[in-house]
């Protein structure tokens, strides 16, 4: 039997550090791209396949995909898009090239990368593609607008490439994390301090205590699963006769989920803003 290839994006770290690991040593063939070129090296350096690939590029996308194609002979079994990051922040406080450059990387490389790709899976007859979204694509809480929006747009983009990929044996699956242990949040923390201007803000005391909770050493939040638990549902979706359109991961998740559907817009909206408020005390 022919070795199952990937492409995973965002492997530096976290979920897709953890899955790019855990399919390798389940037998597939993976190839694990990140944005910086030391971790590339890092990747290499546990016998992975690794490339660079940073979403925000176009030039580097199209590199990292000839290079595979050219190393399998045109094939590709599986996508697995995973790379992206939190941009913390209110609404009101995110410029135009904020904004703009967290779409770059959560939605916009990822779209390219799967537009890329699926002419590869049409000729072939076969494929799987797998986005790893977020609780926050389901629901919104606040001073998370970007990251938000971005969740979204994936969400809706996937529904329809879903429907429009009807009939053609290529699957696509929609991963919906809570709290999963990983770099996030020192990322986001990161990108808070580069991009918000917390002393012009309206928001600054809410600031103050949000950068607590960013710097928090631990779980950020209950229910913190390892991201082995999203490896599982990968490994489903990768090998299922029958896929799943959504995968739920973390309790968070299924609350919210259920919430979304029973509640009214008034109802949710308290109890988020109650949850948000216990996250930044």
């Known amino acids: 039997m022919q070795q199952k290839t990937i492409l995973i994006t965002g492997c530096s770290s976290g979920i897709g550090l953890c899955v790019a690991q855990g399919l390798h040593d389940l037998g597939w063939r993976v190839f694990a791209t990140a944005r910086k070129s030391e971790d590339v090296a890092r990747l290499a350096v546990l016998g992975l396949e690794a490339l660079q690939l940073d979403l925000a590029d176009s030039a580097s996308i199209h590199r990292a995909?000839?290079?595979?194609?050219?190393?399998?002979?045109?094939?590709?079994?599986?996508?697995?898009?995973?790379?992206?990051?939190?941009?913390?922040?209110?609404?009101?406080?995110?410029?135009?090239?904020?904004?703009?450059?967290?779409?770059?990387?959560?939605?916009?490389g990822t779209h390219e990368l799967t537009c890329r790709v699926i002419p590869v899976m049409r000729a072939q007859g076969y494929g799987r593609i797998i986005q790893n979204s977020s609780v926050l694509g389901i629901i919104s809480l606040p001073f998370r607008g970007a990251y938000n929006s971005s969740k979204y747009a994936l969400e809706g983009l996937s529904d329809t490439l879903r429907l429009e990929l009807h009939g053609s044996n290529i699957f696509i699956s929609l991963i919906e994390p809570g709290p999963i242990e990983s770099h996030f949040r020192a990322n986001a923390f990161a990108m808070y301090q580069k991009n918000i201007d917390k002393g012009q803000s309206f928001f600054r005391d809410t600031y103050t205590r949000m950068e607590n909770r960013l710097q928090k050493v631990g779980p950020a939040a209950p229910f913190t699963l390892p991201p082995e638990a999203v490896l599982d549902k990968v490994i489903h979706a990768l090998e299922s006769p029958r896929p799943r359109a959504r995968y739920y991961v973390t309790f968070p998740t299924y609350l919210f989920a259920t919430l979304r559907r029973l509640l009214t817009t008034r109802a949710l909206d308290w109890v988020l803003r109650r949850v948000s408020r216990g996250e930044n005390r």
Do not use: C, H, M, W
């Open 65 to 108: 995909v000839d290079e595979i194609l050219k190393r399998t002979g045109g094939t590709l079994y599986a996508l697995f898009n995973n790379g992206a990051y939190g941009q913390p922040g209110a609404v009101e406080d995110l410029s135009r090239e904020v904004l703009r450059e967290q779409f770059e990387n959560n939605l916009f």
